[in-house]
C-alpha cells in the first residue's frame, strides 16, 4: 500500500508538471503558409492577422480543433499554440549581508552612483564604463531606443521620466490611435497582458512588480541628475513593454507581439530578462527575433537563465534547453551573470555554443518603483548590463546592423580564463574595448565626426 501510494504521488506528480507544461491560450494559433500559399477558409478563424513573411496569428474559440484540421492543408507548412511559460520567481534576492562593491573616483554626481559596481574595469569586475567615458569616440553622439520588453516600467520613476521613449505620432490621453500604428495612446510603449475590448494591447505599461524598473535603470538611468544612480548609456530611450506577468507566466503571443512592435517603432536593442524551460518544439519567437533583426536591425539580448549551483553543477543550457537563450539564431546575443569578485556568479547558467559572453549580474544596483532603488541578482540583471554598453556603442555608431554589434561586443571582450568552456567568447563584456573595436572595425557605421572649436 506504501509503494502504490508512492507511485500515485509520483505519477500525479508527473502528470501536474505535463499539464503545465503543456498549458496554452485557447483562443490563439499561429499558421506558417508555403511560400505564395494563401490562408485557407475555416468556420473557426474568427479574425486573422499577418504577422510576417508568411506567419499569421489567428483567433479562435478552439485552437486544438482548427490546429488539427490546418496540420493536413497544402497551404499549411505548419501551425503552433501560444504556450504559457508558466509561473516562476523573476530575480533572485540579494543577499543582504553582502556589501556593495563601491566604485571610485566616480565622475557622475549622482549620490548613489559609486554602489554600480559594473563601472568598474573588465579587467577587474566590471566592464568598463568609467575609462570608456574618458576616452569617448570623437563622433556625434544619437539617441539610441531600447526596449525593455519585461513586467512594466516605472515611467514616472525620478531616475527614468527624463529618459523615456515618447511616441511622438501619439497625442497622450485622446482615445485616438493617432499614428495609426493599431495602438491608442501607445506613449511610452504597450502593455500586452491588459487588453482592450477589441483585443488590443493597452497603453499603460507601468510597472506593478519591480524587476522592469530594475532592468532599466541598469540600462539607462539619468547620469548627472543629482539622483540615485546613473545608467550606464548616456543618449538612451526606454521603450516600456509590460509582456511579463508579476509571476512570470508570459506567453508566446504576448513575446511576439511585443518584439514587433518594438522593432516597428524604432528600438534598436531588445532586453529580454526572461524565459522557460520548455518550448514545445515551436519556433515562432525565434523566428520572430531572425525577422527584426534582418528587417529591421534590431538585437534580442537575452537573459541565459538561474539554474546553477556552481561551483559544484553549472547548468548548461546546450543540452538542458532555456528559451529564447537557446534558440540557434544569430540574432539573439546571450549573456551570463558574473559577481563582484570578478568570478561567475553561482546561480548563472552556462553554455559554450548557447551563452554568448559574460556581463556583472550579482547585487546589482538599480531603480526601483516609486522612486526606490535596490540590489537584485540574476542574469536578469546581467542581460541589461550588456543592453546599455550595446547602446552606449550605438550612440556613436548607430549605422551597425544587429548582427555588426553583436560582433562588436563579442569580439571585444576582457578574457577572463575562468570563463573558457562555459561560453562562446570566454570574456566579460568591455565597454571601453567595444568602443575602439567599432572604431577600428566599422568606422563607416558611425555617426559624423565632431569637428573641433
Known amino acids: 500500500m506504501r509503494k502504490f501510494g508512492l507511485a500515485l504521488i509520483a505519477f500525479l506528480t508527473v502528470g501536474a508538471a505535463f499539464a503545465q507544461a503543456v498549458r496554452f491560450e485557447q483562443n490563439t494559433l499561429f499558421v506558417k503558409l508555403n511560400k505564395g500559399a494563401k490562408l485557407p477558409a475555416h468556420g473557426l478563424i474568427e479574425n486573422s492577422k499577418h504577422l510576417f513573411g508568411d506567419l499569421y496569428e489567428l483567433t479562435t474559440s478552439d485552437a486544438v480543433l482548427l490546429e488539427n484540421d490546418l496540420r493536413t492543408d497544402s497551404a499549411v507548412a505548419w501551425t503552433e499554440k501560444s504556450f504559457y511559460a508558466g509561473p516562476r520567481d523573476l530575480a533572485l534576492p540579494s543577499d543582504s549581508k553582502s556589501k556593495p562593491a563601491l566604485v571610485e573616483d566616480v565622475n557622475f554626481n549622482d549620490p548613489q552612483a559609486a554602489s554600480v559596481w559594473a563601472f568598474n574595469d573588465a579587467s577587474r569586475n566590471g566592464v568598463s564604463v568609467l575609462k570608456a567615458y574618458g576616452e569617448l569616440p570623437n563622433r556625434a553622439s544619437k539617441s ?78 539619468k547620469q548627472n541628475n543629482g539622483k540615485g544612480i546613473a545608467g550606464i ?134 531603480t526601483t518603483p516609486n522612486n526606490g532603488y535596490q540590489s537584485m541578482s540574476g542574469t536578469s540583471m546581467a542581460a541589461p548590463t550588456t543592453a546599455g554598453v550595446a547602446a552606449q556603442v550605438l550612440t556613436y555608431f548607430p549605422k551597425l546592423t544587429a548582427l555588426e554589434i553583436k560582433d562588436v561586443l563579442m569580439k571585444s571582450v576582457t578574457p577572463v580564463s575562468a570563463f573558457a568552456g562555459k561560453m562562446v567568447t570566454g570574456g566579460r563584456i568591455d565597454l571601453s574595448a567595444a568602443l575602439k573595436y567599432a572604431e577600428a572595425t566599422y568606422p563607416n557605421r558611425g555617426s559624423r565626426r565632431r569637428i573641433a572649436r
Not at 529580454?272 to 518544439?281: A, P, W
Not at 536591425?297 to 528559451?323: C, E, H, K, M
Request: charged letters at 20%.
Open 144 to 221: 539610441i531606443i531600447v526596449a525593455v520588453v519585461d513586467t512594466g516600467v516605472d515611467y514616472k520613476h525620478e531616475d527614468l521620466a527624463a529618459v523615456m521613449w515618447v511616441n511622438k505620432g501619439e497625442v497622450a490621453g485622446n482615445g485616438i490611435d493617432d499614428d495609426n500604428n493599431g495602438y491608442i495612446d501607445d506613449v511610452h510603449g504597450i502593455n500586452t497582458i491588459d487588453r482592450n475590448a477589441d483585443g488590443s494591447a493597452s497603453a499603460n505599461p507601468m510597472d506593478t512588480h519591480s524587476h522592469g524598473t530594475h532592468v532599466s535603470g541598469t540600462i539607462g538611468a
Open 233 to 366: 548609456a548616456a543618449n538612451v530611450q526606454i521603450m516600456a513593454i509590460r509582456t511579463v506577468p508579476n509571476s512570470g507566466d508570459e506567453t508566446d503571443k504576448n513575446v511576439v507581439e511585443s518584439y514587433l512592435y518594438a522593432a516597428k517603432n524604432g528600438a534598436k536593442l531588445i532586453n529580454c530578462s526572461f524565459g522557460k524551460k520548455l518550448n514545445e518544439g515551436g519556433m515562432v519567437v525565434s523566428e520572430a527575433i531572425k525577422h527584426v533583426g534582418e528587417t529591421y536591425g534590431t538585437l534580442v539580448i537575452a537573459a541565459a537563465g538561474n539554474d546553477s549551483w556552481g561551483p559544484f553543477r553549472w547548468f548548461d543550457i546546450d543540452t538542458n534547453l532555456r528559451y529564447p537563450a537557446s534558440f540557434e539564431n544569430e540574432h539573439l546575443l546571450v549573456i551570463a551573470a558574473t559577481a563582484s569578485s570578478g568570478g561567475l556568479a553561482s546561480f548563472s547558467n552556462v553554455g559554450v555554443k548557447n551563452v554568448d559572453v559574460a556581463a556583472p549580474g550579482q547585487d546589482v544596483f538599480s
